[in-house]
RNA sequence: GUUCCCGUAGCUCAAUUGGAUAGAGCGUCGGCCUCCGAAGCCGAAGGUUGUAGGUUCGAGCCCCACCGGGAACACCA
């Protein structure tokens, strides 16, 4: 069934052609205020402008609002049709056809919402972590917002191809391979505690910004580093036979990770040699051999490199099962992937004369920025900007995309203003949508960005566990009778819900605080308020026993105001789709299940007459399955009982 | 310096992309449990949409200038 905006569209476009002959959008909305009406179209304002251009003679909207009205054929839709205001014209559904609307989704376990007339194949590109590091709250809206994205065009009936572009490659590789060599010959060598030592010791350094101390640590860290090389000098002994059995951690890797960047950023690192080189230096030296991962005489280094991106994979992978993301190992394809076809980017933007050199470096000058495009640097080195071109190249040209969504965050804005600009003018883009859905920053209580109390990023992990944690207190206390497994079901389901809700109801462009109070209430605009909305629907089967559900006829104006509701489900899913907001869709449940009360209220179930009981258990069933749809395609669970 | 984003009730957020009287929740005040789940519901108070112009039948939304907050800007990603 196509939507109710669509078919009054529709009729409304054809009355408009036949009073006045032209082809014009009949801009049909739906009715602010009840009293109004339902819908609306407020088509004929503009038209009577358009008509007093064209003949040079005022046109009366209301007249050009009467003209269409005139031929307006909406058959049974309708009771009312009305001229107000300048030239709006209502319309009231009657309530027979509504209910016949409904008895007819009723049967489908689509609710009446048809797939898209032409599907496309869309690449959803989100999430994006970076190896060696774990998840932190910085990474939740891209995935949380990006997985939402992908399921309601899923439903659509779209193809989506999700793509997770990682940050497995680039200069920081180098400091990594370090960190694990650091952490294999430290362990080999009973040097742990030493090497603990000195990264605690660069930390409160650090903190302390105290440069003199950073010297000190990083003289001694130069120290056993020689002697690490003593033993071990072309990595044959020690780091390469140990390598391929070591269990890699995300956990150690990522403070080694740290500490070898704070160690060799330090202008210490300098003055500190290591054989030819200062210590400084040697993360850029590893970062070379890793860049030609077939030559065997590198191959320690690109098995450090694997093992460090299968440490945080394996992370990342647990924290998508916790969210219930639909983002697969498969659907990994990181910037690694693309170093093959980046010098082939690079020539064939040179060769369609869209990149140029300037200063030994390869850039594109896009017009109305100050700053070029950066594709290749004056030492020969690609950039993250040569990645992303060659992913839409990769996109388009074999995984067939035909329309690209990246959700990131508003910071990369310009990068991939130019980016897409680029792909346009090379023509790989040429009839490919290139969408980019920024979104802000999560902010704490303090209206800074969110935070630990000691001030360090919070890692999404913890965030997540805390969440689940506060909601099996609340669970425990309303439900202390429900076994403890129960009980952390639940509180799974409430808890992760109820982060991911919080996300996805706000506009993604703007920042938003972030409270666990506010999203955990069981008031407003939250997920557990929708589970509970949904869990309260649901109990009334249970207490329904054998009553059966029947034909369903629209009598009150709570029922009514419920109906019009659940049909409007289609057209939210379409703006959804459309602006790449999943937030209308929040407000489109919430306010579901607030006229849900309204009629709960007002209107009894289980103990009126057979055929309103039968009508209204149907009307029921339907609310429950709005609100599950609706928030399974947000991706949020909806525990049975709560 | 250039470019971009955001300023809406005390607080957290909406407003069908130019439509009618700017809506919710929290908080405040007042109601509702012999009654289908009170983790709930109903009502009241609360606004010069940062400021000042402009465009038109109509502006929170578009244009201009300011004010305030944030961000990105050549060899990191």
Redesign the pocket.
């Known amino acids: 069934m196509p939507t109710i905006?669509a078919q009054l569209d529709r009729i409304f476009r054809s009355a408009i052609q036949d009073a006045f002959n032209m082809a014009s959008d009949p801009?049909i909305?739906?009715?602010?205020?009840d009293?109004?009406?339902d819908y609306?179209s407020?088509a004929?304002?503009?038209l009577?402008?358009l008509m007093?251009e064209k003949t040079g003679t005022e046109a009366n909207?209301r007249a050009i609002a009467e003209q269409i009205v005139a031929k307006l054929k909406l058959g049974d839709v309708a009771t009312e049709v009305?001229i107000?205001?300048?030239?709006?014209?209502?319309v009231r559904l009657s309530p027979v056809w509504l209910g016949e609307r409904l008895n007819e989704i009723f049967e489908d376990a689509r609710l009446g919402i048809a797939p898209v007339g032409e599907a496309q194949t869309i690449v959803v590109d989100y999430s994006g972590p970076?190896i060696a590091k774990e998840m932190h709250v910085g990474h939740l809206r891209s995935t949380i917002i990006g997985d939402a994205i992908s399921r309601v065009l899923e439903f659509q009936g779209h193809k989506i191809i999700r793509q997770n572009h990682i940050?497995d490659?680039?200069?920081?590789f180098g400091r990594v391979v370090l960190a694990i060599w650091y952490l294999v010959l430290a362990d080999h060598l009973n040097q742990v505690e030493a090497l603990n030592r000195l990264v605690a010791w660069m930390k409160a350094a650090s903190d302390a910004k105290d440069e003199a101390a950073k010297g000190e640590v990083v003289h001694a860290v130069a120290e056993l580093h020689r002697y690490f090389l003593s033993q071990d000098p072309d990595g044959s002994v020690i780091f390469e036979p140990k390598l391929s059995s070591l269990k890699l951690k995300l956990g150690p890797l990522e403070a080694l990770y740290q500490f070898v960047t704070a160690v060799t950023d330090s202008k210490a690192a300098e003055g500190e040699m290591i054989g030819e080189n200062p210590l400084a230096s040697l993360p850029r030296l590893f970062t070379t051999f890793i860049q030609d991962p077939k030559n065997p005489a590198n191959k320690q280094e690109e098995l450090a490199w694997r093992k460090a991106s299968e440490a945080t994979l394996e992370t990342c992978n647990e924290i998508y099962t916790k969210l219930g993301v639909k983002l697969l190992p498969g659907d990994v394809r990181g910037?690694s992937a693309y170093q093959d076809d980046l010098p082939g980017v690079v020539a064939e933007l040179k060769a369609g004369k869209i990149a140029v050199e300037?200063?030994?470096?390869t850039?594109v000058?896009v017009p109305?920025?100050?700053?070029?495009l950066?594709i290749?640097?004056?030492?020969g080195?690609?950039?993250?900007?040569t990645?992303d071109l060659a992913a839409i190249r990769y996109r388009i040209t074999k995984l067939g995309a035909q329309r690209i969504v990246y959700t990131h965050d508003?910071?990369?804005?310009?990068?991939f203003?130019e980016v897409f600009w680029t792909a346009k003018q090379v023509g790989w883009a040429k009839d490919v949508t290139l969408e980019y859905a920024?979104f802000?920053?999560m902010?704490g209580?303090d209206?800074?960005?969110f935070k630990s109390r000691s001030g360090a990023t919070v890692k999404l992990k913890d965030l997540l566990d805390e969440a689940e944690e506060r909601?099996l207190k609340?669970?425990t206390?309303?439900?202390p009778d429900l076994p403890e497994v129960r009980r952390k079901a639940?509180a799974h389901s409430?808890g992760i819900g109820a982060v991911k809700y919080a996300d996805l109801?706000?506009?993604?462009?703007?920042?938003?605080?972030?409270?666990f109070d506010?999203i955990l209430?069981?008031?407003?605009?939250?997920a557990?308020?929708l589970q509970?909305?949904r869990?309260?629907v649901?109990?009334?089967f249970?207490?329904?026993g054998d009553a059966e559900v029947g034909e369903i006829v629209l009598e009150s104006p709570f029922e009514l105001a419920l109906a019009k509701h659940i049909l409007r489900l289609g057209?939210v899913i379409d703006?959804v789709a459309?602006?790449l907001?999943p937030?209308?869709l929040c407000?489109y449940l919430?306010e579901l299940?607030?006229r849900f009360?309204?009629?709960?209220?007002?209107?009894?179930?289980?103990?009126?007459a057979p055929a309103l009981r039968e009508s209204?258990l149907a009307l029921c069933d339907l609310t429950a399955r709005t609100l599950e749809r609706g928030l399974e395609l947000l991706g949020i669970e909806h525990p049975?009982?709560?």
Request: positive net charge; hydrophobic residues 30%.
């Open positions: 905006a801009q909305g739906v009715s602010q205020n009293k109004f009406g609306q407020n004929a304002m503009g009577a402008k007093a909207p009305t107000a205001g300048p030239g709006f014209i209502n970076n940050g490659w680039g200069t920081q910037e300037s200063e030994g470096a850039v000058m109305g920025y100050e700053a070029p950066m290749q640097k004056s030492d080195g690609f950039l993250y900007g990645t508003s910071r990369q804005q310009q990068h203003a920024p802000g920053t902010l209580d209206g800074k960005p909601a609340a669970v206390e309303k439900q639940i409430v109801a706000k506009d993604r462009v703007s920042d938003y605080v972030f409270s506010k209430a069981l008031d407003g605009n939250t557990p308020y509970y909305a869990a309260r649901r109990s009334i249970r207490k329904a057209e703006q459309r602006e907001k937030h209308h407000a919430y299940a607030a009360s309204g009629f709960f209220e007002n209107c009894p179930v289980i103990q009126s209204r049975e009982q709560m």
